[in-house]
């Protein structure tokens, strides 16, 4: 192995661990007294300003008109505050390691809100085969026919984020293309956007009750707010204009891997034989959907793939940039 490519098998590692332990550093949060919604505001909040000082440092320029701004809410709302707020719901009842496997059905559904907007025209067999084969992985995780099965309203919380995520992409995909403005600054101008919507939300949904957190809960969602929201996206952006797509598509697949791992050595969390392979069912669906005819951009077309960001805990409106120029190559 060349040093180059150690280099970039490290970085990947990296952004892998970063990425994937954010599902552990929720529940952490969760555990030591921060609510979902509280949780929600400091992740938009330290993320925003890690991507707000990188973006201003590399002298990039955040969007100035109204309409831009106008479908950043949307944006906002759809891929960070609505999904970060439902994976801090879903895992006061599920564990950490089955919410980082349930995020991994994003490509999935958003091959299906393809299809039914008719953007995806005449989808392939095996990637019809995909979608079905992963659907299937998630319904062995859920396992509503067994009485110790996952079905429930936490599941369904963070069934719904991944949801969330691919109507973002669908919605992002339509309105933030070509708009003209370097996508590390719009990035950082949705989660200022996904910042205050959710400092909105704080008094309706008591968020502005007294904090009862101890230390271990405000280490671990600033590490998730910096490092976890924040550096793993410029470290993504970084690994794409480096490597190309391709090379960072890998991280994808790992992501679950990590929260499952993370899940079992740190919090002691058990992960039957069931849920083991409806995740790998899952993501060999993921894996069949995103088949050949989808493009990607190689070295320096600093573009986010959206088969990397789609099953990270940290989308951005490059991932829907990229899902619209494959598109059109398709």
């Known amino acids: 192995m060349t040093s180059g490519s150690r280099g970039t098998a490290v970085?990947?590692?990296?952004?892998?661990?970063?990425?994937?332990?954010?599902?552990?550093?929720?529940?952490?949060?969760?555990?030591h007294g921060l609510s979902p919604l509280q949780i929600t505001v400091a992740r938009c909040v330290l993320?925003?300003?890690?991507?707000?000082?990188?973006?201003?440092?590399?002298?990039a320029r955040l969007p100035r008109d109204r309409r831009t701004w106008g479908h950043l809410v949307?944006?906002?709302?759809?891929?960070?505050?609505?999904?970060?707020?439902?994976?801090?719901?879903?895992?006061?009842?599920?564990?950490?390691?089955?919410?980082?496997?349930?995020?991994?059905?994003?490509?999935?559904?958003s091959l299906l809100i393809g299809i039914g907007l008719g953007t995806e025209r005449g989808p392939r067999p095996i990637r019809l085969g995909g979608l079905v084969l992963g659907f299937a992985?998630?319904?062995?995780?859920?396992?509503?026919?067994?009485?110790?099965?996952?079905?429930?309203?936490?599941?369904?919380?963070?069934?719904?984020?991944?949801?969330?995520?691919?109507?973002?992409?669908?919605?992002?995909?339509?309105?933030?293309?070509?708009?003209?403005?370097?996508?590390?600054?719009?990035?950082?101008?949705?989660?200022?956007?996904?910042?205050?919507?959710?400092?909105?939300?704080l008094?309706?949904?008591?968020?502005?009750?007294?904090?009862?957190?101890?230390?271990?809960?405000?280490?671990?969602?600033v590490v998730l707010g910096?490092?976890?929201?924040?550096?793993?996206?410029?470290?993504?952006?970084?690994?794409?204009?480096?490597?190309?797509?391709?090379?960072?598509?890998?991280?994808?697949?790992?992501?679950p891997v990590v929260s499952v791992a993370l899940g079992a050595v740190v919090l002691g969390e058990a992960i039957g034989p069931r849920v083991v392979i409806g995740m790998l069912t899952v993501l060999a669906g993921v894996a069949m959907t995103r088949g050949r005819g989808r493009a990607t951009q190689e070295p320096g077309a600093g573009s986010v793939s959206v088969s990397v960001t789609s099953v990270s805990a940290t989308p951005s409106v490059t991932a829907a940039v990229s899902e619209a120029v494959s598109d059109c190559r398709r």
């Not at 995520?165 to 003209?180: E, I, N």
Request: net charge neutral; charged share 5%; aromatic share 12%.
């Open 47 to 59: 993320g925003a300003a890690v991507l707000l000082a990188i973006a201003l440092a590399s002298g």
């Open 74 to 109: 949307v944006a906002a709302f759809l891929c960070n505050a609505l999904p970060f707020f439902l994976f801090g719901l879903g895992e006061q009842t599920v564990d950490s390691s089955v919410a980082g496997v349930l995020n991994a059905t994003t490509p999935l559904w």
């Open 226 to 255: 910096i490092f976890g929201t924040g550096f793993t996206f410029f470290l993504n952006y970084r690994l794409i204009a480096d490597e190309g797509a391709t090379s960072a598509a890998t991280v994808g697949y790992l992501l």
């Open 11 to 31: 970085r990947m590692g990296v952004l892998a661990l970063l990425w994937g332990s954010g599902f552990l550093w929720i529940k952490l949060a969760l555990n």
């Open 203 to 221: 008094p309706a949904a008591g968020g502005l009750a007294p904090v009862r957190a101890d230390a271990t809960a405000l280490v671990a969602v």
């Open 137 to 201: 992985g998630t319904l062995l995780i859920f396992a509503p026919w067994q009485r110790s099965g996952l079905f429930g309203w936490g599941a369904l919380a963070l069934l719904g984020a991944a949801v969330s995520y691919a109507a973002a992409f669908a919605y992002m995909g339509r309105t933030l293309t070509g708009r003209g403005t370097e996508p590390l600054a719009l990035s950082a101008a949705q989660l200022v956007t996904a910042s205050g919507l959710s400092i909105l939300a």
